[in-house]
C-alpha cells in the first residue's frame, strides 16, 4: 500500500514524535527524496504505540498516515457515509437556531415610510416574513435559470404571501397601508430589467419626502449633478461634524449645502425641472404597473390551507424553488417568539 507524500520523512517523524530507536529499522527505509512511502508497518507502529492496538486492518492503517501530512498537520479523512451524516447534522443545528432578518430600506422614500408605519408593533415573524419576501420574491437580483415568465411568476408568490400576512397578522389602517406599501415594491419588482451580467436592476426614484408634493424633489443628486466637487466635499464636511458631534460644523455645513442648493435653481433650473418631470413619468409607469396573476382564490383561514393551495394552482415555478419557499415562509411565522 503506497501513498504520496508531500512531506519528507525527518518532518513526518519529528511531528508524530513517537518513534523508538527499535523502529530505526523502517525509518532508514524512508528518504527526504521519495515521492511515495510505504505507510502500512509505520502506520501499525504509530497506531500501537498510542493506544497499545497491534492488529490493525490496511484501511485503518491509511486512515491514520492520512492525519499526518503537510508538515504533521492534522487532516481528518471522512467517508461519504460519514461526511453525509455530518451534513445531515448540521443542517439540523442551523435550521434550530432563530435567525433575524434585516430590516429593509426602499430606495422611493414614501413607499419606505408607508411600510415601515404599517410594521410598526408587528412581531418579528411577520417583519422577518415580510422583508424576505421582498428580498427573495420582489427584489432579486439574481434568479439563475428562470425565465421571465418564472420570474413574474415568482413576484406573484410574493404578493399573496403579503395578503396572507396582511389578512392574518395585521388590522386596519395597517393592513390597507402595508398591501399599498408591499403592492407598490412588487411593481418596482415587475419592471426590473436583466443587465449584461445576467442579473436584474430596478430603477427605484427616490422621490419625495414622506407626504411633500411631487415637485419637491431631492436636491442632493440636482447639487451632485450641477456641482460634483462641491457636492462631494460637503458631504465630507457634515459627515465629519456628525462623528465629531461638532454641532456648528453641522450647521455650518448645511448653510454651505443650500447655498449650492440655492445656485442650481438660479443657474441651471433646467435640472430641477428635468428631475420633476423624470418623476412624474417614472411615478405614472409604476402607476400603470399590472402585476401578473399567477395565483388566485386562495385559502388563507389557515397557513396549511394557504401553503396546500399555491402548490395545486402552481403551474410556472418549479417544484424546489417553490417547496423551499414555501418552507421558509411558513417557518417565520411559526416559530417561537425571540
Known amino acids: 500500500?503506497?501513498?504520496?507524500?508531500?512531506?519528507?520523512?525527518?518532518?513526518?517523524?519529528?511531528?508524530?514524535?513517537?518513534?523508538?530507536?527499535?523502529k530505526e529499522t523502517n525509518r532508514s527505509s524512508i528518504t527526504e527524496n521519495e515521492d511515495a512511502v510505504t505507510i502500512g508497518q509505520e502506520a501499525r507502529d504509530l497506531f500501537g504505540e498510542q493506544s497499545q492496538l497491534r492488529e490493525v486492518s490496511d484501511e485503518i492503517a491509511q486512515k491514520i498516515a492520512s492525519h499526518f501530512v503537510n508538515g504533521g498537520k492534522l487532516h481528518y479523512v471522512e467517508s461519504e457515509e460519514e461526511l453525509a451524516i455530518r451534513a445531515e447534522k448540521q443542517a439540523e443545528f442551523e435550521e434550530s437556531i432563530?435567525?433575524?432578518?434585516?430590516?429593509?430600506?426602499?430606495?422611493?422614500?414614501?413607499?419606505?415610510?408607508?411600510?415601515?408605519?404599517?410594521?410598526?408593533?408587528?412581531?418579528?415573524?411577520?417583519r422577518d416574513a415580510t422583508f424576505t419576501t421582498i428580498s427573495k420574491n420582489f427584489l432579486l437580483r439574481d434568479v439563475g435559470d428562470m425565465t421571465e415568465e418564472q420570474r413574474q411568476a415568482m413576484i406573484s408568490?410574493?404578493?399573496?404571501?403579503?395578503?396572507?400576512?396582511?389578512?392574518?397578522?395585521?388590522?386596519?389602517?395597517?393592513?390597507?397601508?402595508?398591501?399599498?406599501?408591499?403592492?407598490t415594491i412588487a411593481k418596482f419588482a415587475v419592471n426590473g430589467v436583466k443587465n449584461e451580467d445576467e442579473k436584474y436592476t430596478f430603477a427605484i426614484e427616490k422621490g419625495p419626502l414622506n407626504s411633500a408634493p411631487d415637485d419637491n424633489v431631492n436636491m442632493g443628486d440636482i447639487i451632485k449633478e450641477a456641482y460634483p466637487e462641491e457636492?462631494?466635499?460637503?458631504?465630507?464636511?457634515?459627515?465629519?461634524?456628525?462623528?465629531s458631534k461638532?454641532?456648528?460644523?453641522?450647521?455650518?455645513?448645511?448653510?454651505?449645502?443650500?447655498?449650492?442648493?440655492?445656485?442650481?435653481?438660479?443657474?441651471?433650473?433646467?435640472?430641477?425641472?428635468?428631475?420633476?418631470?423624470?418623476?412624474?413619468?417614472?411615478?405614472?409607469?409604476?402607476?400603470?404597473?399590472?402585476?401578473?396573476n399567477h395565483f388566485s382564490n386562495l385559502d388563507k383561514t389557515s397557513l396549511s390551507n394557504f401553503i396546500e393551495n399555491i402548490k395545486t394552482a402552481n403551474t410556472s415555478l418549479s417544484n424546489d424553488f417553490l417547496a423551499n419557499d414555501l418552507k421558509q415562509f411558513q417557518k417565520f411565522l411559526t416559530r417561537d417568539s425571540i
Not at 404571501?161 to 408591499?182: F, S
Request: net charge negative; aromatic share 8%.
Open 98 to 126: 432563530h435567525h433575524n432578518v434585516g430590516t429593509l430600506i426602499i430606495p422611493h422614500i414614501q413607499t419606505n415610510s408607508k411600510l415601515q408605519d404599517s410594521l410598526e408593533g408587528a412581531s418579528q415573524q411577520v
Open 157 to 183: 408568490l410574493g404578493l399573496e404571501k403579503a395578503r396572507y400576512i396582511a389578512d392574518n397578522y395585521l388590522e386596519g389602517q395597517q393592513a390597507i397601508d402595508y398591501m399599498d406599501a408591499m403592492t
Open 231 to 243: 457636492w462631494e466635499a460637503n458631504r465630507a464636511k457634515r459627515q465629519a461634524a456628525l462623528e
Open 1 to 22: 500500500m503506497r501513498v504520496t507524500s508531500h512531506t519528507n520523512s525527518v518532518t513526518l517523524y519529528q511531528s508524530m514524535n513517537v518513534a523508538s530507536q527499535a
Open 246 to 292: 461638532d454641532y456648528d460644523a453641522l450647521i455650518a455645513a448645511f448653510k454651505e449645502y443650500d447655498n449650492l442648493a440655492k445656485n442650481v435653481y438660479k443657474n441651471q433650473p433646467h435640472l430641477v425641472q428635468q428631475k420633476i418631470s423624470n418623476y412624474a413619468e417614472w411615478k405614472k409607469m409604476i402607476e400603470n404597473t399590472t402585476i401578473p
